[in-house]
C-alpha cells in the first residue's frame, strides 16, 4: 500500500537548519509532483514547497530563499533542506503525494526556539 514516511524533525535555535526527509512507497514514485506542506494548531495546511516530476520547484513566499526542496527518483526520497529557521516556523510538517485519495505522511515536528 501507499505509505509516506517523514523523518528528521526536532528542536533548534533562530537561525539553525535542518534537514527533513521523506520515504515514498506503494506508487510509481517518479511520475508524481511531491509536497511539503505545514501546519500549526488551530490552522489549515499550508503547502510550504513543491518539486515537479523532473525537478522543478515553487515555494511558499514566507520560506523563499531559506528553504530547499530536492527529489532522488531512484531512492524514492523527496527533503526539504531547512536553513536560516524562524520561531514562525513551528509547525508540523507533512509529506504530501497528490494521488487519488491523497497520500500524506504521519508528519514531523520542527521546534524553532531559543
Known amino acids: 500500500q501507499v505509505q509516506l514516511v517523514e523523518s528528521g524533525g526536532g528542536v533548534v535555535q533562530p537561525g539553525g537548519s535542518l534537514r527533513l526527509s521523506c520515504v515514498a512507497s506503494?506508487?510509481?514514485?517518479?511520475?508524481?509532483?511531491m509536497n511539503w506542506y505545514r501546519q500549526v494548531p488551530g490552522k489549515g495546511r499550508e503547502l510550504v514547497a513543491m518539486?515537479?516530476?523532473?525537478?522543478?520547484?515553487n515555494y511558499a513566499a514566507s520560506v523563499k530563499g531559506r528553504f530547499t526542496i530536492s527529489r532522488d527518483n531512484a531512492k524514492n526520497t523527496v527533503d526539504l533542506q531547512m536553513n536560516s529557521l524562524k520561531p514562525e516556523d513551528t509547525a508540523v510538517y507533512y509529506c504530501?503525494?497528490?494521488?487519488?485519495?491523497?497520500?500524506w505522511g504521519q508528519g514531523t515536528q520542527v521546534t524553532v526556539s531559543s
Open positions: 504530501h503525494a497528490p494521488l487519488s485519495p491523497p497520500a
Open positions: 506503494g506508487f510509481t514514485f517518479s511520475h508524481y509532483i
Open positions: 518539486i515537479s516530476r523532473y525537478g522543478n520547484s
